[in-house]
């Protein structure tokens, strides 16, 4: 007997087709829904205006003090544009650098200018743009890493991106779960499409919207730094910014699963923040550490290697330039392999406790099942 209309419309359907069905559905209703739009854009907007004043800000400077030996003073007083202090020798201007009184020093040299220039730790760039020739750079100290606000602004970023969009999209996962189970509609999904499936394509689709906020956030921030005139930041930060990228990506995914299995276990709304709340501490923790210890080389290394904070661990190792060039590789691995066995353990516990209805089931019971 051929089959009819209403038969082929029932057979359910391979994964991969399954998958994507419900991956075009979570995010076509996520674009639908103009809350989220009206967040992303004001999210984008102000990351753009924070680079943009930001480098206003920062191309209004006061004077900057330099201390100049000889005559190093006709060359620094020759940009107008420098506070300058005349002092006798280059011992004087050493110790006026130590003690941060000035922000560097000209200094007479055997060299084609004429004369060079001392910092402390690190090249004056706007001393050496303001100046009518380019001298060579003398550091006193070694560099310890970026300025320490650049390095709070960059750490406090990176964990209010992480931890706004894993919790947006985390919680949006789990509210789609418990919906469905609070008003049966999942009996009709599992009629065409296996449980797999149906997590597989919250987790993709969701996961799709997530790296697209994060890929626009990126691009915006990087638009703005050039349009402000702050390529050399862009230069600094770009690099971090990438591997914050590719990190989030895997790191969500981890988080997705875990969700939307913790929602699998509930049937009411009302008891869905009792399964989420060690997820939401999950997401929390790394934006406290980074905030607080973003100077603390220990601190942010054990961050690196830890599934759920590498994400914002490994990227800020990256911008300070303490890790090494195979260890966001190695930390990227781990991050593979704990998402890969999260994944599998979520799909049980998601599996098992989807048409569990009534009250909560236990976090044993799902993964007997």
């Known amino acids: 007997m ?99 009184e000035v922000e560097a020093a000209v200094i007479p040299a055997d060299a084609p200018t004429g004369v060079e220039v001392l910092a402390l730790t690190e090249a004056p760039s706007d001393v050496l743009q303001l100046l009518s020739v380019t001298p060579e750079v003398v550091l006193l100290e070694e560099s310890e890493g970026p300025d320490g606000f650049l390095v709070y602004l960059v750490a406090l970023a990176f964990g209010f991106v992480f931890l706004s969009s894993a919790m947006t999209f985390g919680m949006a996962i789990a509210q789609s779960v418990v919906e469905e189970k609070q008003t049966r509609i999942v009996e009709i999904l599992l009629a065409t499409v296996s449980p797999k499936a149906l997590l597989a394509g ?47 990506l895997f790191g969500f995914v981890l988080l ?69 060039w195979w260890e966001p590789l190695l930390s990227l691995a781990i991050l593979l392999g704990a998402t890969a066995l999260i994944i599998m353990l979520g799909a049980r516990i998601y599996e098992n406790g989807l048409l569990r209805m009534g009250s909560r089931v236990k976090l044993k019971e799902a993964l007997k099942g």
């Not at 550490?289 to 290697?305: A, E, H």
């Open 2 to 100: 051929t089959a009819t209309t209403s038969d082929r419309d029932i057979r359910p359907l391979g994964f991969a087709s399954a998958t994507w069905l419900i991956a075009d559905r979570e995010i076509r209703m996520r674009l639908r829904s103009k809350a989220f739009l009206i967040s992303t854009a004001i999210l984008v907007l102000g990351i753009v205006a924070a680079v943009v004043v930001g480098g206003i800000m920062s191309a209004n400077p006061s004077l900057t003090r330099v201390a100049a030996v000889g005559q190093g003073v006709a060359v620094a007083e020759a940009s107008g544009a420098l506070e300058v202090t005349e002092v006798a020798s280059r011992a004087e201007a050493e110790q006026l650098l130590r003690d941060e």
């Open 202 to 248: 919250k987790v993709i689709g969701n996961s799709i919207l997530a790296l697209g906020q994060i890929v626009l956030i990126a691009a915006a921030a990087g638009v703005g730094m050039l349009a402000s005139g702050q390529d050399i930041l862009l230069a600094e930060v770009g690099p971090s910014l990438v591997w914050f990228v590719v990190f989030f």
């Open 256 to 324: 997705a699963a875990l969700f939307a299995a913790a929602a699998a276990l509930v049937s009411r709304q009302e008891d869905m923040g009792v399964t989420t709340a060690p997820l939401v501490y999950l997401v929390m923790i790394p934006y406290f550490l980074v905030i607080f210890f973003n100077d603390n080389p220990l601190v942010l290394g054990i961050m690196s290697y830890v599934p759920f904070s590498a994400p914002v661990g490994m990227p800020m190792r990256v911008f300070m330039g303490w890790a090494e």
